[in-house]
């Protein structure tokens, strides 16, 4: 298999001093290569948005190395990426109002995205930002309104376009759906679905729901208590899970 795009090894993050140290995430290794979609999941508190944020360079690994392209970006000492480069990678936080700025315009949240990695000028960046806001469902005049005139999906969705701005390579989802109905849930996994097929976009896809990472991903990772406890083929995971720890989040899913 050709090399990963991005790769975490032997992630550790640790946690609190003494004798209240604990690791949020413990020797954890995961990799996606282009055009693919994995998925991490896990019970709440079992770390997977803690590798998330290191993966991109926002949480220090105590332990461990970032590779991204073959090139080893971060590690305990070193967060070694250029500025130049951190548009590769973009995340996609669980709340979304948390990432808007209140105080810009919904088009103009994302036309600072486009601009701030391709120099285009200020008409051209609106032109793609409203572009990006259309593929996200959002109209004309919803990209006119400040955020807080926008409803929780709404306002998840222009935060997608706005991680989607600079044509990242790899994009991490973290939870994207939990504030969103069905229909908006559907749109968002299709147009990741698309940009992976059509663009060879790499996507880690955290969720508490398997029916999604299900659909979206051919590989996935099982954390418990900060440990990568099983991996593999999706299907095969979510349908023969080895681990008992697995089983018991599959019996867990409402409904079934
Ligand atoms: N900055 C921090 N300082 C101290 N502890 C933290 C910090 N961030 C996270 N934790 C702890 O680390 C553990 C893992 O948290 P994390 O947010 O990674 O879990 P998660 O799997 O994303 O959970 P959820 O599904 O609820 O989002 C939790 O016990 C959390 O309380
Ligand atoms: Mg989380």
Same mark, same amino acid.
């Given at each position: 298999?050709?090399?990963?795009?991005?790769? /975490?090894?032997?992630?550790?993050? @640790?946690? /609190?001093?003494?004798?209240?140290?604990?690791?949020?995430?413990?020797?954890?290794?995961?990799?996606?290569?282009?055009?693919?979609?994995?998925g991490?999941v896990?019970?709440?508190?079992?770390?997977?948005? =803690?590798?998330?944020?290191?993966?991109? /360079?926002?949480?220090? !690994? =105590?332990?461990?190395?970032?590779?991204?392209?073959?090139?080893?970006?971060?590690?305990?000492?070193?967060? +070694?990426?250029?500025?130049?480069?951190?548009?590769? @990678?973009?995340?996609?936080? +669980?709340? !979304?109002?948390?990432?808007?700025?209140?105080?810009?315009?919904?088009?103009?949240?994302?036309?600072?995205?486009? +601009?701030?990695?391709?120099?285009?000028?200020?008409?051209?960046?609106?032109?793609?930002?409203? &572009?990006?806001?259309?593929?996200?469902?959002?109209?004309?005049?919803?990209?006119?309104?400040?955020?807080?005139?926008?409803?929780?999906? +709404?306002?998840?969705?222009?935060?997608?376009?706005?991680?989607?701005?600079?044509? !990242?390579?790899?994009?991490?989802?973290?939870?994207? =759906?939990? $504030?969103?109905?069905?229909?908006?849930?559907? &749109?968002?996994?299709?147009?990741?679905? &698309?940009?992976?097929?059509?663009?060879?976009?790499?996507?880690?896809?955290?969720?508490?729901?398997?029916?999604?990472v299900?659909?979206?991903t051919?590989r996935v990772y099982v954390?418990?208590? /900060?440990?990568?406890?099983? =991996?593999?083929?999706t299907?095969?995971i979510?349908?023969?899970?080895?681990? $008992?720890?697995?089983?018991?989040?599959?019996?867990?899913? !409402?409904?079934?």
């Amino acid at each position: 298999m050709a090399a990963a795009l991005l790769e /975490g090894k032997d992630i550790t993050v @640790t946690f /609190g001093r003494g004798a209240e140290a604990f690791d949020a995430v413990h020797v954890a290794n995961v990799a996606v290569h282009a055009g693919e979609a994995v998925g991490i999941v896990g019970e709440s508190g079992s770390g997977k948005t =803690t590798l998330a944020r290191v993966l991109v /360079g926002l949480q220090r !690994p =105590t332990a461990g190395e970032v590779w991204l392209e073959g090139e080893r970006i971060f590690t305990r000492r070193h967060q +070694q990426m250029p500025r130049s480069e951190r548009w590769k @990678t973009q995340i996609i936080f +669980q709340d !979304p109002y948390s990432s808007l700025n209140p105080r810009m315009r919904v088009w103009q949240a994302v036309a600072e995205a486009v +601009q701030v990695w391709q120099s285009l000028s200020k008409p051209e960046a609106k032109l793609e930002a409203l &572009q990006l806001l259309h593929a996200m469902g959002i109209s004309d005049d919803q990209a006119q309104q400040f955020p807080k005139a926008l409803s929780g999906g +709404q306002r998840q969705r222009v935060s997608v376009a706005r991680a989607l701005a600079p044509g !990242p390579k790899v994009l991490i989802a973290d939870e994207p =759906t939990s $504030s969103i109905d069905q229909s908006a849930q559907a &749109q968002l996994l299709n147009l990741l679905r &698309q940009l992976q097929t059509a663009r060879g976009l790499a996507i880690i896809f955290i969720s508490h729901d398997l029916g999604l990472v299900r659909y979206l991903t051919s590989r996935v990772y099982v954390m418990q208590k /900060g440990d990568i406890v099983e =991996t593999g083929d999706t299907r095969l995971i979510l349908e023969q899970p080895e681990h $008992s720890y697995t089983r018991l989040l599959i019996d867990s899913i !409402p409904g079934r």
